[in-house]
């Protein structure tokens, strides 16, 4: 059985590759890459597979996934500039497919030995664009 | 794995009617979207493209490519137009959802290459709303 938790951040970033010039990140990056950056209002799904306990009725307690959320996502991204603040970033572009993986990693670890399997990390970036990581 | 998903919107009228079909046959198939002069939807066109984020520039596939692909073949050719008359797929096939939706697909897919290059990333799935109440995907 699969269960979902929501959490929100908004959070600046600016994606463009140093050593590319103007013409070429706005090729691959369009608005995203104007060099002092812009934010978004981020909304991540996290998905958890595990057995329905029969006492608790619950596959996990929401609570402590909603404390590991705040711990690894909310809390260090909230409000920051992606690029300088929350690491990978200063050396790994911040598009929503690397913050989704870099996200992924972060629930990754937190799961591990807890029988609780993490199966889909989905983070909007806006209404209109999300990225999908799974297993 | 990762994938990333875009959403778009294309709004557009249609008349769900088979030539093939008594009219009886019509109405009790189809009912309201039978009605002989056509009506109209706010479509929602969600492409969902997998693929490794590139190393360097952490992209599935830059965005404005895909806007592209999808501005040429899919919005231009179906935004503010009746389907049936207007959109040279439906001459002869009734534009139900599954039917857009696989048309769709079919015209994302055969332009990928010019649009997207040779690169990893793969058209996975093309889904359709007709309303926020019914919709249809198609993993291509």
Redesign the interface.
Known sequence: MVITRKAEFSASHV?R?DSLSDAENH????EEAHPNGHGHNYTLEVSVEGELDPVTGMVMNLKELKDILEEEIVEPMDHRFLNREVPPFDK???????L??EIWRRLENRLVGSGKALVRVRVHET????????? | ????????SFSASHRLHSAELSSAENTRLFGKCNNPFGHGHDYVLEV?VAGD?DV?????V???WLDELVADKILRPFRNRYINLDVAQFANLVPTTENVTQVAADLLGRDWREYIGEGMARLEKVRIEETGRNSCEIYV
């Open positions: 994606c590759i090729e691959l990056f369009g790994v572009v911040p598009t929503t497919a690397n989704a993986k209404p209109e664009l999300y990225v999908d990581v799974t297993p | 794995m990762t994938s990333i998903t875009r959403r778009y969902t984020p360097v520039s952490g992209l599935i830059p965005i404005s």
